[in-house]
T-cell receptor, first 113, second 110 residues
Framework: DGGITQSPKYLFRKEGQNVTLSCEQN?????MYWYRQDPGQGLRLIYY???????QKGDIAEGYSVSREKKESFPLTVTSAQKNPTAFYLC????????????FGPGTRLLVL | RKEVEQDPGPFNVPEGATVAFNCTYS??????FFWYRQDCRKEPKLLMS?????NEDGRFTAQLNRASQYISLLIRDSKLSDSATYLC???????????WGAGTKLIIKP
């Protein structure tokens, strides 16, 4: 089965702690994305990557970091600099980065203790 | 003005009724348009792309009006399972990123 997996489903962060959200895809897609969704709002782009070893900041990159060492994987780290991290985090991929349809993983819900 | 705007709803509609959503976008150079569906606490899933000529998929019809910069989604003979939030998505040609509306919540009542 081809698809996108995210883990964990729920994640709890303590004050001052960095946490990493996993995103893996076996669709052979070049482009991958991280979004944040807050209640009643649309998706906001955090980071995106067109190709391995390259990534770009989205609209709300502050307090987040990513890596793209493998085509299949695009982990997101929520650092202690992100002061309001409670949100639903969604990872997506598309064949290329040309405004095409994006396919999403099931999401990770991050809560601050 | 937001780049992509939708009526947040909720739209409360009886089963079997027809419901229409509109979405406006600000960038006249936008090239790609989509409707996604998102169930509560789940990821968005593509419902349909929107083409210039309009397109239909079963009970769902999407239209694009470039002159007025809006897209619409029509759902006929609504089912209880249509209850969800419908997200309007527009591609900004300059950087190929997708811009997401906040969504319109639809509740179908028996």
């Amino acid at each position: 089965d081809g698809g996108i997996t995210q883990s964990p489903k729920y994640l709890f962060r303590k004050e001052g702690q960095n946490v990493t959200l996993s995103c893996e895809q076996n669709l052979n897609h070049d482009a991958m994305y991280w979004y944040r969704q807050d209640p009643g709002q649309g998706l906001r782009l955090i980071y995106y990557s067109h190709i391995v070893n390259d990534f770009q900041k989205g609209d709300i990159a502050e307090g987040y970091s990513v890596s793209r060492e493998k085509k299949e994987s695009f982990p997101l780290t929520v650092t202690s600099a992100q002061k309001n991290p409670t949100a639903f985090y969604l990872c997506a991929s598309s064949p290329r980065d040309r405004g095409e349809t994006q396919y999403f993983g099931p999401g990770t819900r991050l809560l601050v203790l | 003005r937001k780049e992509v705007e939708q009526d947040p709803g909720p739209f409360n509609v009886p089963e079997g009724a027809t419901v229409a959503f509109n979405c406006t976008y600000s960038n006249s150079a936008s090239q790609s348009f989509f409707w996604y569906r998102q169930d509560c606490r789940k990821e968005p899933k593509l419902l349909m792309s929107v083409y210039s000529s309009g397109n239909e998929d079963g009970r769902f019809t999407a239209q694009l009006n470039r002159a007025s910069q809006y897209i619409s989604l029509l759902i006929r003979d609504s089912k209880l399972s249509d209850s969800a939030t419908y997200l309007c998505v527009v591609n900004m040609q300059s950087n190929y990123q997708l811009i997401w509306g906040a969504g319109t919540k639809l509740i179908i009542k028996p």
